[in-house]
């Protein structure tokens, strides 16, 4: 499980919101954890990241096809990640079979500082509206993301 806490002027770390506070309900009172820490970049932002992917994935219509039999399926995590690979934020990997393909780079928090992360994200939103959302503005996709995340 990942918490994310937030220290208070008294030193204490709580939970980051409801959602977190939940999450630490399932521990008693005087458990002992143990915990891997490390600082987060703009929290809100990264959501705003996803929340961005979100429109572009909602638009996206795949190619009707098959493979093996098998109709092909919209994937979230393909579709980020093949969002990032187009936005030139991949390493070139090696897969068994000696043919080389891109892989997309981590945007974690551990992997990505806030100066590259602003990189990832606006190269991205340029994919989408691209590839994706052609008759949208860069104004047209903040607005929508804004909305989507309560800011307007």
């Not at 039999?69 to 994937?75: E, R, S």
């Not at 990640?81 to 090696?94: L, M, Q, R, S, T």
């Not at 992360?117 to 939103?125: I, N």
Request: one cysteine or more; charged letters at 30%; a neutral charge.
């Amino acid at each position: 499980m990942e918490l994310l806490l937030i220290k208070t002027p008294q030193g204490a770390f709580i939970p980051f919101d409801d959602d977190q506070a939940e999450a630490c309900k399932r521990f008693k009172v005087g458990a002992t954890i143990k915990a891997n820490v490390s600082a987060m970049r703009n929290y809100q932002f990264h959501k705003k990241f996803f929340s961005m992917l979100d429109v572009g994935f909602d638009a996206w219509e795949p190619p009707e096809a098959e493979h093996r039999g098998l109709p092909v399926q919209k994937n979230k995590e393909r579709f980020r990640k093949d969002c990032i690979i187009a936005a030139g934020f991949y390493e070139p990997v090696a897969n068994i079979n000696g043919d080389v393909r891109a892989e997309a780079k981590s945007i974690s928090f551990a992997r990505m500082d806030d100066i590259e992360f602003e990189r990832v994200y606006s190269a991205v939103a340029d994919v989408i509206l691209q590839r994706v959302l052609r008759n949208y503005t860069r104004a047209d996709l903040d607005a929508v993301v804004d909305r989507m995340m309560g800011y307007l």
